[in-house]
């Protein structure tokens, strides 16, 4: 009778009442989630204001928002190069401050993206070929722990100025994390997954591909959300020193002309950006991971 209903509303175009109340509470629960949201930030901007009125902290070295906001079209100056070098103009104002958005999103996804195809690849191959495991281990666990700052003079060494050395930065950051998760998640896969799939005649091709890897993937891709912020970070030191463009060569122009409006905004812009790249991550694993029931408090 349900599955006739549903046919029947298929048909004639209309929605069941069903899913109507399912899709307004999806969209109830995403309005709370915003709201939630922008009372967090609000909260925090209204007691960083509050200490300012108070004379609590020195405006010239933390300006609350109003003061680093207030001149925005003046602050977007400093975002086009043009203006420093003597080149031709890219755009200025808001479209020097999209490209300089967009190399350094570039570069995180594009480091993020490399590490996490290549650790589940490489931790997969650890876990699998016992000889390799037991050539590369060690090497992996006494690599695993240095800091990803540490990597940049050695990036900087072997690929020179330019986005390399940030890509590869982030690419250090999430690789071996991903390829030791890789690998202590498929000794964690059920073994009744893998009786009833070698039952049903499945190959170790198959097994892999559609029942470990599924299996695993929901945790890989907690652990790629939980590097992504550490990826923000190595980037934007990356881009101090070794790109010559940046929201973190920005940041560095903007301390050394000791101009704290610029380091505030800029500040800002990387919040919101690393804000947004986690609300996109998790849209793609809610759109990958189908089968997987979406978190609650998530927007």
């Known amino acids: 009778m349900a599955i006739e209903t549903a046919v029947a509303s298929s048909v004639s175009g209309t929605v069941s009442p069903a899913a109507t109340a399912r899709n307004w509470r999806k969209a109830r629960r995403r309005i709370a989630a915003f709201g939630w949201a922008a009372l967090s930030i609000g909260l925090f901007a209204l007691i960083w204001e509050a200490l300012w009125y108070v004379g609590k902290i020195n405006p010239l070295l933390l300006p609350p928002p109003h003061l680093f906001l207030q001149d925005i079209p003046g602050t977007l100056i400093f975002f086009d190069r043009s203006n420093r070098v003597g080149s031709v103009a890219s755009g200025g104002g808001v479209g020097a401050l999209g490209i300089t958005m967009f190399w350094t999103v570039f570069r995180v996804f594009t480091g993020l993206a490399l590490g996490f195809v290549s650790g589940v690849a490489v931790g997969a191959a650890l876990h699998y070929i016992r000889w390799l495991r037991n050539l590369l281990m060690p090497t992996v666990l006494l690599l695993a722990p240095i800091s990803p700052v540490a990597w940049l003079p050695v990036a900087i060494f072997v690929f020179g100025i330019g986005d390399v050395p940030a890509i590869f930065l982030v690419f250090i950051t999430v690789f071996f994390t991903i390829v030791l998760s890789t690998s202590a998640q498929i000794e964690s896969v059920p073994v009744n997954y893998i009786h009833v799939a070698r039952i049903m005649g499945a190959t170790q091709t198959q097994l892999f591909w559609r029942v470990i890897l599924p299996a695993i993937l929901p945790s890989l891709f907690m652990t ?20 010559g463009t940046g929201l973190g060569q920005i940041i560095s122009m903007a301390r050394a002309t000791f101009n704290a409006k ?6 800002a812009v990387i919040g919101a950006l690393g804000f947004l790249s986690d609300w996109g991550l998790r849209q793609i694993q809610r759109r990958m991971l189908w089968w997987v029931a979406p978190q609650r408090g998530g927007l």
Do not use: S
């Open 262 to 267: 610029l380091v505030f905004f800029t500040m």
């Open 224 to 243: 790629l959300r939980l590097n992504l912020f550490g990826a923000w970070m190595v980037v934007l030191i990356a881009e101090t020193v070794g790109v």
